[in-house]
C-alpha cells in the first residue's frame, strides 16, 4: 500500500496569497484528518472527516481555512489569504471507522509525510 | 479540557543505557492512549495503543504501559536509530479525535 499521500512536500509563498494543501488517504479508509505542527503548538487537529462528510472543525483557525472532500480519494486544505503565521508543516492522517453509530474506538490514525508551508 | 503532558522535552542516553518518557493526561474518559514515533522531516510513525489501566505492550526494545493518569513508554537497551521524538495522544470518550502532547525528543549516543 502507498500510505497517505500528501503534496506539494514544500510550499513557499507570498503573504496574500492562496495555498491548496493535498491529501490521498489510504485506499479504504473512511477517515480523514487534517493537523498543523509547530514548535510552539505541537501537533494540532484543524478539521476531520468521515465518510468525505466534516465531523468537527473547531480546529480551523479562522474563516481564512477551508477544507473539502469531494470523494473518499481526496481531500484539500486551504488557506486563502495565506499569512506568516500559518508557516507550519501540515499533515494529514486517514483511518477506518466502524459503521453505523457506534464508533470504532481503537483506529489508529496513520499519517502522511506533511507539507511544510512557509509564507514570507 | 483534555491535555497531554509529556517528560521530559528532551533526553540523552548512552546506546544500551535504559530509560523511561512519561505521558500525564486529564481526559474527561479515556477511549485509547496512543504512542506514535516521529523521525525529523516525515509524519507520526504508529506504535502502540493502550485501552485500559494495567495494560502493557511491546515492540523490539520499546514498551508502553498505561495507569490511570498516564502512561510511560520504557525503552531497554536503546540503539542510535531509536533516536526519534516519541508522541504521545488520547482519545477521550465519544470523540474520534487525538489529542497530542508536545513530544519527547529522544538522542542515543553511540
Known amino acids: 500500500d502507498a500510505g497517505v499521500i500528501q503534496s506539494p512536500r514544500h510550499e513557499v509563498t507570498e503573504m496574500g496569497q492562496e495555498v491548496t494543501l493535498r491529501c490521498k488517504p489510504i485506499?479504504?479508509?473512511?477517515?480523514l484528518f487534517w493537523y498543523r505542527q509547530t514548535m510552539m503548538r505541537g501537533l494540532e487537529l484543524l478539521i476531520y472527516f468521515n465518510n468525505n462528510v466534516p465531523i468537527d472543525d473547531s480546529g480551523m483557525p479562522e474563516d481564512r481555512f477551508s477544507a473539502k472532500m469531494p470523494n473518499a480519494s481526496f481531500s484539500t486544505l486551504k488557506i486563502q489569504p495565506s499569512e506568516p503565521r500559518d508557516s507550519a508543516v501540515y499533515f494529514c492522517?486517514?483511518?477506518?471507522?466502524?459503521?453505523?453509530?457506534?464508533?470504532?474506538?481503537?483506529?489508529?490514525?496513520?499519517f502522511g509525510p506533511g507539507t511544510r508551508l512557509t509564507v514570507l | 479540557e483534555d491535555q497531554v503532558t509529556q517528560s521530559p522535552e528532551a533526553l540523552r542516553l548512552q546506546e544500551g543505557e535504559s530509560s523511561s518518557l512519561n505521558c500525564s493526561y486529564t481526559?474527561?474518559?479515556?477511549?485509547?492512549l496512543f504512542w506514535y514515533r516521529q523521525d525529523p522531516g516525515k509524519g507520526p510513525e504508529f506504535l502502540f495503543t493502550?485501552?485500559?489501566a494495567g495494560e502493557e505492550k511491546e515492540k523490539e526494545r520499546l514498551k508502553a504501559t498505561l495507569t490511570k493518569k498516564e502512561s510511560f513508554l520504557h525503552i531497554t537497551a536503546p540503539k542510535p536509530e531509536d533516536s526519534a521524538t516519541y508522541l504521545c495522544?488520547?482519545?477521550?470518550?465519544?470523540?474520534?479525535?487525538?489529542?497530542f502532547g508536545q513530544g519527547t525528543r529522544l538522542t542515543i549516543n553511540p
Open positions: 481526559v474527561s474518559g479515556l477511549r485509547g
Open positions: 493502550l485501552y485500559s
Open positions: 485506499s479504504g479508509h473512511n477517515s
Open positions: 495522544a488520547v482519545q477521550p470518550q465519544g470523540a474520534q479525535k487525538l489529542v
Open positions: 492522517a486517514s483511518s477506518t471507522r466502524g459503521l453505523g453509530v457506534q464508533l470504532f474506538p481503537y483506529n489508529e490514525q496513520f
